[in-house]
């Protein structure tokens, strides 16, 4: 154990964000942050006079943070895209052709092939301050338990680095495919986190209800949140949204219930989206939408009505979805690209200070209420898990000025990138 004068890790010179600070210390502050033995053993000005530390991390007033928060991932297909020209696969088509394409890829996942590519994903989100990863598994007849068994791998390994729930996902549905009930049992069995869904995938509106009423069975069964994917085009015909809440509030799970896409209700009336926005802010549902959807023509997907939501209270966050998969042959991990690009397509520039502190918290606070994990606090005692940016405020980082960041997991430096820059031309 380190004695009073020595430290693991030393932080100089940060600048506290408001929504990190815990207890006395006033919001952004510049403050000094001492860590031993995993937590946080000093933070304040000048707390770290007179201490010397095994690593030193020297903030120059850059900003010091709880870690982002990635709400909406596959961690079982990212890296998977060069696989289509490998296996001679159509290389592009209407959305039955690209749901077959996706079956194709993920019949020849292996747990170990799942296991390889996931942990690079985790890891290379830990290089961009991420802290709490959410992703789904995709769980069916075609890759069985394959996927989820793979990612939960990828997490015991990279638990060092990053904090990973994992969504036992039916992708091709709980009624068209009949073995995904039993297999999601066993994936939850196994350790996965959240039941999944995606009930408009089903053939029809019965059955697309029962899909519901199944993972509201199998999370009051298994005592486990839910992270369903639903109305997911801005097809007017999409209406599960609004019994999706009423069942949360049914079965009592007011806050326990993140959708991920939510893009038809875009082309709801007015009337009808102001009803269904009210049942959901009640049911206390988080909606988290992917920015990255605009680029779709299979159809184009929408963003929600993401304003609307935000101010009946309701938690809206951003996720990156997709990652150089099927769907995606972009892609960025870096959640500050994220925020900003959500400040554009939202857009958030109306609301209140230019909607700066509504991009911010999408990928931190808001998206830890989505995945259903609290904040660590920056206060003596806590958990020393937080991020250091090159950027002294919000805003600057936001802007996503290329600078230096560093990620601490428990009181270890687990991630850096240290970044020069010189005009050399005068």
């Not at 292996?110 to 789904?136: C, H, K, P, Y």
């Not at 068994?149 to 039916?170: N, Q, S, Y």
């Not at 992917?290 to 779709?296: E, T, Y």
């Amino acid at each position: 154990m380190a004695s009073e004068t020595t430290a693991d890790l030393l932080v100089r010179g940060a600048r506290l964000d408001r929504d990190a600070a815990g207890a006395g210390a006033p919001a952004d502050a510049v403050v000094d942050v001492v860590v031993r033995d995993g937590a946080i053993a000093a933070i304040g000005p000048d707390a770290g006079a007179g201490i010397s530390a095994t690593e030193v991390i020297d903030a120059d007033g850059g900003l010091v943070t709880t870690p982002f928060v990635e709400p909406h991932s596959h961690p079982d297909k990212v890296y998977s895209r060069q696989r289509i020209a490998e296996l001679g696969l159509v290389a592009h088509g209407p959305r039955p052709v690209l749901m077959q394409r996706q079956r194709d890829l993920k019949a020849a996942f292996t747990v170990d092939d799942v296991a390889e590519r996931a942990g690079r994903f985790l890891r290379a989100s830990a290089l961009e301050g991420i802290g709490l990863l959410a992703g789904q598994a995709d769980i069916d007849s075609v890759t069985g338990l394959a996927s989820v068994e793979g990612v939960l791998r990828a997490r015991a390994d990279c638990d060092g680095v990053i904090e990973t729930v994992v969504t036992a996902f039916p992708q091709e549905g709980m009624v068209g495919d009949a073995r995904a009930y039993g297999l999601v049992a066993e994936a939850l069995a196994m350790g996965a986190d959240r039941v999944g869904g995606w009930p408009n995938n089903e053939a029809d509106e019965e059955a697309s209800l029962t899909h519901l009423r199944l993972v509201f069975e199998l999370a009051e069964r298994f005592g486990r949140p839910i992270d369903i994917n639903v109305d997911y085009f801005t097809d007017p015909s999409e209406r599960l949204l609004e019994p999706l809440a009423e069942l949360t509030i049914a079965y009592g799970m007011q806050g326990l219930v993140n959708a991920n896409h939510v893009g038809a209700l875009e082309t709801y009336a007015d009337d009808d989206a102001a009803r269904v926005i009210e049942k959901v802010a009640e049911a206390g549902i988080a909606i988290t939408v992917c920015p990255s959807n605009l680029q779709s023509s299979y159809p184009y997907r929408g963003v929600s009505r993401p304003n609307e939501l935000l101010d009946a209270g309701v938690t809206v966050t951003i996720g990156t979805g997709n990652h150089e998969d099927n769907w995606e042959s972009l892609g960025t991990l870096d959640p500050l690209e994220r925020a900003r690009f959500a400040w554009h397509a939202l857009p958030l520039a109306d609301r209140a200070g230019e909607g700066v502190d509504d991009a911010w918290r999408m990928v931190t606070s808001s998206a830890r209420r989505a995945v259903g994990r609290p904040a660590p606090r920056l206060e003596a005692g806590a958990e020393a898990s937080f991020v250091v940016l090159a950027a002294g405020d919000r805003l600057h980082a936001l802007r996503n000025e290329a600078g230096s960041r560093w990620t601490v997991r428990r009181g270890a430096l687990v991630a850096s990138r240290r970044v020069s820059r010189e005009l050399v031309y005068s």
